[in-house]
């Protein structure tokens, strides 16, 4: 087990994490929002409420000393209610938005590829390098209107994303540590398959690749080094 720091094993200099260890964690978050009356901008007299939940298990095994290679799993569920909504962006153009629902999951798995990077010769902080290549599709409805009025679209897709996210670990205590990482490059294939009130069927297909930091994907997780 990593003792950072301890008398009942000494790491080598150099070393963060040794040949051997197993590295398991998970990351979860959750939100909530509920609008009554609230107004932004152009968008007024929002009355809404919805949730968004995530959960990401991580296992790792350390091939060599400072490198490992495993799996990561995600879980995603978001809700969205709509009420009623006015959006008035001008005297002469104005609608509403009304009884709209959404709920949409998303899932993948990924395969990870590490490299850490100690800080000198501390083995409490150390950076890492993450490698990614992730599987992963999802499933969403919307629904609009009531009675007869009820419109209707489910949706699919497929992904297939590859990516970098750098970051960095310190352990609190001998085997407990919190990591941050934030991804970089990126490129992604998706393919989306619509149906609209079970007659009308379209297809989407997109690739595309980020090449900057994107402050959207910050991940902030706990993992235990075994």
Not at 19 to 48: A, D, L
Not at 87 to 112: C, E, G, P, R
Not at 179 to 202: A, D, H, Y
Request: glycine share 8%; net charge neutral.
């Amino acid at each position: 087990m990593v003792q950072a720091q301890s008398s009942m094993r000494k790491i080598p200099d150099g070393v963060f994490v040794p040949k051997g260890q197993w590295i398991t964690g998970v990351s979860v978050s959750y939100s909530e929002h509920t609008e009554n009356n609230y107004s932004f901008f152009v968008v007024e007299n929002i009355n809404s409420d919805g949730y968004n939940f995530k959960l990401s298990p991580l296992v790792c095994y350390a091939i060599k000393n400072n490198m490992a290679v495993g799996g990561r799993f995600n879980y995603g569920r978001t809700l969205v209610r709509i009420d009623e909504t006015n959006i008035d962006i001008s005297d002469d153009m104005s609608f509403d938005i009304n009884n709209v629902y959404q709920l949409k999951h998303t899932y993948s798995a990924m395969a990870v590829l590490r490299n850490y990077i100690p800080l000198g010769n501390s083995k409490r902080f150390a950076l890492f390098s993450e490698t990614q290549v992730e599987i992963g599709g999802s499933q969403s409805k919307v629904s609009n209107g009531r009675g007869e009025a009820l419109t209707g679209t489910y949706s699919t897709s497929k992904d297939l994303s590859l990516g970098v996210a750098p970051g960095l670990v310190a352990f609190v205590n001998n085997y407990t540590a919190v990591e941050v990482s934030v991804g970089v490059l990126g490129v992604n294939f998706s393919k989306k398959v619509q149906n609209t009130n079970q007659v009308i069927s379209g297809e989407q297909s997109s690739t595309s690749a980020n090449f900057r930091i994107n402050l959207f994907s910050i991940g902030l997780g706990i993992a235990f080094y075994l």
